[in-house]
Structure formats: structure tokens, C-alpha cells
């Protein structure tokens, strides 16, 4: 059956690290991949998209790649503060399921000052 | 833009009554998504809608479930009858016809808790 796991339900880092956050996917052939921030209380928002043909993609403190052939993505948050603490979520759309996106559980993230 | 507004934030009600959650998606957005989250089976995609249109209803757990959305400014989903096992944070998406429901990004509401006891 399809599954998208998310590395740890919980990660904790000390501020100014980088907090590397794991997907991995099984019996899925992904088009597009997607990471979500969501606070307590909030809906999730969008943060980065990368495409099945794209290794990497970078915005500002944030980084993503995404292996085919590992079947996994890392999300990278460099230079760690605070702030970043909250619930990370991948998500992914299948080739065969256009509009169905389907979401990990997510990541806890605490970064400590 | 006020973004993805969603009524009621929380609601609380016993089981059997009926539940409607609203939704108002931004405007201009083409594509429509309900989803239920709980901690258990985290965010499941129950329906989606394409220019009014439900697109994919797999998601919908049983004949309980039901969604409407008679213009594009407008969506509902209703529960009826409501059972404990309901009890989720139901979230409205909405996203743009230049991104499409797999390319762009969805743009969530602050979602609606409801319990049902």
C-alpha cells in the first residue's frame, strides 16, 4: 500500500543548527513534492515545491531535495532559531492522482535558545 | 486578500445532531479541498472540487459525509448523523488555476474543531 512516512514525530535542536527533516515515500511515483508549516491551532502553510526532475531547491534559510530513487526528500533549515519551532508536513501529488495530495504525518520541530 | 475563511472554529455538539462547516475560498482560486486532521491518520483529503465541480469524493469516509459548493465563493460540508469518531479539525484549501490542484500551493483556512460527544 502507498505510505509517506516523516522521520521522527519530534526533533529537538539547539538554536543556530540545522534541523534536517526526513520523507520517505513507498509505492508512489511522485510528481511533485511539497513541505507545509503548520503552528498549533493553525492550518499549514506552503513553504517550497520541487518537481520529481528537480534535485534541490533552495529559499532563503530553507532547503530541499528530493531523491527518485531513494524515495525520500530532506528538509534542511539552516542557521535554526526559535521561531522555526512548529510541525513540518510533506506532502506528496501523485502522478496518477492529479489533486489528490497526499500528507505525511509530520515532524515536530523544537528549537531551544 | 482575508485568505481561506472557514466558520465555525470549534464546534461542539452530541452525536446524532447535523454539522455544517463553511467554507470561502480566496478569490479567483478554481480548485476547492476539504480535509479532516487527527492525530491519529494525520491530513486525509476527503473531496475536492474543480470550478464548482466535485472532482475526486474518495476521500469521504461514509454516506454521512456530504459537500456542496454551489458557487465559487461558497462551499459546505455536512455530517449527518454525527458520531464521536468525527471528532477532527476539518480544514478548507483553496488554490489557483495557474498552479493547479498538484503543481500549486494550497492555501489553508485555520480549519474547524469539531467534537462530537
Known amino acids: 500500500s502507498q505510505k509517506i512516512e516523516q522521520n521522527s514525530e519530534a526533533l529537538n535542536i539547539q538554536e543556530g543548527k540545522t534541523a534536517t527533516l526526513t520523507c520517505n515515500y513507498t509505492?508512489?511515483?511522485?510528481?511533485?513534492l511539497q513541505w507545509y508549516r503548520q503552528d498549533p491551532g493553525r492550518g499549514p502553510v506552503f513553504l517550497l515545491l520541487?518537481?520529481?526532475?528537480?534535485k534541490e531547491k533552495r529559499k532563503e534559510r530553507l532547503k530541499v531535495t528530493f531523491d527518485t530513487t531513494l524515495k525520500q526528500s530532506l528538509f534542511h533549515i539552516t542557521a535554526s532559531q526559535p521561531a522555526d519551532s512548529a510541525t513540518y508536513l510533506c506532502a506528496l501529488a501523485a502522478r496518477r492522482s492529479q489533486g489528490n495530495l497526499i500528507f505525511g504525518k509530520g515532524t515536530k520541530l523544537s528549537v531551544k535558545p | 486578500d482575508a485568505g481561506v475563511i472557514q466558520s465555525p472554529r470549534h464546534e461542539v455538539t452530541e452525536m446524532g445532531q447535523e454539522v455544517t462547516l463553511r467554507c470561502k475560498p480566496i478569490s479567483g482560486h478554481d480548485y476547492l479541498f476539504w480535509y479532516r486532521q487527527t492525530m491519529m491518520r494525520g491530513l486525509e483529503l476527503l473531496i475536492y472540487f474543480n470550478n464548482n465541480v466535485p472532482i475526486d469524493d474518495s476521500g469521504m469516509p461514509e454516506d454521512r459525509f456530504s459537500a456542496k459548493m454551489p458557487n465559487a465563493s461558497f462551499s459546505t460540508l455536512k455530517i449527518q448523523p454525527s458520531e464521536p469518531r468525527d471528532s477532527a479539525v476539518y480544514f478548507c484549501?483553496?488554490?489557483?488555476?495557474?498552479?493547479?490542484?498538484?503543481?500549486?500551493?494550497?492555501?489553508f483556512g485555520e480549519g474547524s474543531r469539531l467534537t462530537v460527544l
Open positions: 520541487i518537481r520529481e526532475n528537480e
Open positions: 484549501a483553496s488554490s489557483s488555476p495557474s498552479g493547479g490542484p498538484i503543481t500549486g500551493e494550497l492555501f
Open positions: 509505492n508512489y511515483s511522485p510528481a511533485y
